[in-house]
């Protein structure tokens, strides 16, 4: 049978920073509550003429270099995000276009700060059935368009960036082995941006109400992430027949410190440096936050051949995953 590989990573982070200092300007908040409560100090939000397709289409240039791929060697575009350009056509198109990724078809697809692993499952699914050869994995997030800078539960938490990954057929890389997905639609309302869809569509009153932006219960959200991103880890595990000792690397969703440390109990057997974090710097950046710390993790010549690492991931819908990578 056919083995998925990821082949070649790249990450995209636009260069304004945005510090726990400068958000305690614009809110009631500090620098001490923020890093105590989650863990980060900074983020990036992108300018005004930087989109989730233009970080997308950075990302997945240098995603293409490091496999040693051209844009015209692409059959599949996959893109998750729920930052899109536009609601149609999809950033995948857009991004196509941008590379020049002719015979690539394009599709975008949404599931939340989880939608990194369902984009790896895809493509997966798409290399290994044989429909596909190179598929493009991209996440790509301007979430400072969806931010209420007035809201100091949600606003100090949120970044902007993309990540790619080329995963292919042939080449050697990291073969993805497992990935283990799941969905609870029952607890949409805890997290979600509640207009702007069909059931909600702008009008004066969505804009009053500050409905374009993203609502979230933080608490009761934490509490479901722990749980699916553990439970996911351990359904994962035991689909792939690995044992938690085994695992030499686990990179998770960078939702909180808190939540990350929560995780590492479950792991107690890796040092502290092998969860790997970005969040300190980046924040939340949603769909893109497991595919900019892969890439930073590679690129840092982190994992050797012949270790297991564990991505997992929690996101809105709610929508959770795993997967577990093989070095090779
Ligand atoms: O990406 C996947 C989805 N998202 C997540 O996984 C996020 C999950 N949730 C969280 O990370 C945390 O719930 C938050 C960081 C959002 C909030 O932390 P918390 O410890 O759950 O705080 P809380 O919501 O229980 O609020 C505690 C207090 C409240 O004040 P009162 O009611 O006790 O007086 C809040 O108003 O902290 C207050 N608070 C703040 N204070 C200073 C909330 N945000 C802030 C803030 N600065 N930025």
Redesign the pocket.
Same mark, same amino acid.
């Given at each position: 049978m056919k083995q998925a590989r990821i082949v070649g990573t790249g990450s995209y982070l636009p260069q304004r920073v945005l510090t726990n200092h400068d958000?305690s300007k614009m809110?009631?908040?500090?620098d001490e509550?923020?890093v105590s409560?989650?863990g980060m100090k900074e983020r990036r939000l992108a300018r005004e003429d930087e989109y989730a397709s233009s970080m997308g289409t950075e990302a997945a240039r240098l995603a293409l270099k490091d496999a040693g791929k051209s844009s015209e060697e692409i059959d599949f575009i996959l893109v998750a995000t729920l930052t899109p350009d536009y609601i149609f056509p999809s950033t995948a198109c857009l991004i196509q276009q941008e590379l020049g990724a002719k015979k690539a078809a394009a599709l975008d697809l949404q599931a939340?700060?989880s939608g990194y692993l369902y984009a790896l499952s895809m493509a997966k699914a798409l290399i290994e059935s044989g429909i596909s050869r190179n598929v493009l994995v991209i996440a790509a997030e301007k979430l400072s368009s969806i931010t209420d800078y007035q809201d100091? /539960?949600?606003?100090?938490?949120f970044g902007d960036g993309a990540a790619a990954a080329v995963v292919s057929a042939e080449g050697s890389g990291l073969a993805i082995k497992t990935v283990h997905l799941g969905a609870d639609g029952e607890q949409a309302e805890l997290?979600m941006l509640p207009a702007g869809g069909c059931r909600k569509p702008a009008s004066q009153e969505s804009l009053e109400q500050r409905m374009h932006y993203i609502k979230?219960s933080?608490?009761e959200?934490?509490k479901h992430?722990v749980r699916r991103m553990q439970e996911a880890a351990k359904e994962c595990l035991e689909a792939s027949g690995v044992s938690e000792e085994e695992l030499a690397w686990v990179i998770p969703?960078q939702?909180?410190i808190?939540?990350l440390d929560a995780i590492a109990k479950r792991f107690s057997h890796l040092p502290a440096n092998r969860l790997y974090k970005t969040l300190e710097k980046y924040g939340?950046t /949603?769909a893109s936050?497991i595919g900019i710390a892969l890439d930073e993790w590679r690129k840092e010549g982190l994992g050797k051949t012949g270790e297991k690492v564990l991505l997992t991931a929690?996101?809105?819908g709610f929508t959770w995953g795993a997967a577990l990578l093989h070095y090779e």
């Open positions: 958000l809110v009631e908040t500090s509550w923020i409560r989650t939340a700060c100091r /539960s949600t606003c100090i938490l997290l979230m933080g608490n959200v934490f992430a969703h939702a909180n808190r939540i939340n /949603s936050s929690f996101g809105g």
